[in-house]
């Protein structure tokens, strides 16, 4: 790497001050070339909580589709009536399920994105002039991507797409929120209070074993429009890959210090 484990620190720190904590980069995967170039026309297509769930369940495969999509599932596996002073069980083998969901949440139009901060990037050489990262993926997870989200991959600036998500609020008046997923069990104390308070929290939480998403989901606060298209205006810095090519990209940024 070539400079110690604090001046790394020191200079992502100071990456973060110029460009802030908030994703850096984008991607958005397509199974078309005809739906990544609407994404870079502004034209985000956006499906409901509904959609995700029935996807799942009726090709039984899991990844764009997950049956726990905006749904609180607590799993009661076992109750124990016991005697507090000795411990002695009287009652047992009591299980179930609830489920929670909002019926108001199946209308409203969520869009998928995989977002990547300065740390979520993987850092490959580091000096006094400059530093390279490049995406954080494994072989596999590439494969799982390009499998079951498309060919080819949107590469979007973060600070323009966000300035583009400020603009449509302003003209549209339709607030909207755009944050990253929490991923974790279905009985995450955390997760079931999102549920049981009806907080806007619910829509960013999924089950662990998607964390390989990276997901950052943008949630408009309309019901879904009849083509199911969320238009922001065109993104001028979009740039359409094949996905297999993410794994040669490489990000350089150059600095030098001066003495005040």
Not at 204 to 220: A, C, G, M, P
């Amino acid at each position: 790497m070539g400079i110690s484990k604090k001046d790394q620190e020191y200079l992502i720190s100071a990456l973060e001050k110029c460009y802030g904590t908030r994703p850096v980069i984008y991607l958005k995967f397509c199974s078309e070339m005809k739906h990544a170039e609407d994404v870079c026309e502004g034209k985000l297509y956006a499906n409901t909580p509904v959609w995700f769930r029935n996807k799942e369940i009726e090709s039984g495969e899991r990844g764009q589709g997950d049956k726990h999509e905006l749904m609180s599932v607590i799993e009661f596996q076992e109750a124990i009536v016991s005697d507090q002073e000795t411990g002695n069980i009287l009652m047992d083998g009591l299980q179930g399920t609830l489920k929670i969901r909002y019926e108001s949440d199946d209308k409203i139009p969520m869009v998928c994105f995989v977002g990547l901060t300065f740390r979520d990037l993987k850092m490959i050489c580091v000096n006094e002039n400059r530093m390279e990262f490049v995406f954080p993926f494994s072989d596999d997870e590439y494969n799982t991507m390009e499998k079951k989200f498309g060919k080819y991959c949107v590469v979007i600036d973060g600070n323009e797409f966000e300035q583009m998500l400020s603009k449509y609020w302003r003209k549209y008046g339709f607030d909207f929120m755009f944050d990253s997923v929490k991923y974790c069990i279905n009985n995450s104390l955390d997760r079931m209070q999102a549920f049981n308070e009806g907080i806007k929290e619910r829509f960013f939480y999924k089950d662990s074993d998607l964390s390989y998403q990276r997901e950052f989901r943008l949630v408009v606060d309309c019901e879904i429009p009849d083509d199911h298209y969320i238009r922001i205006g065109k993104v001028s810095s979009a740039t359409i890959l094949n996905s297999e090519k993410l794994k040669t990209i490489k990000f350089t940024f150059y600095y030098s210090s001066h003495r005040i």
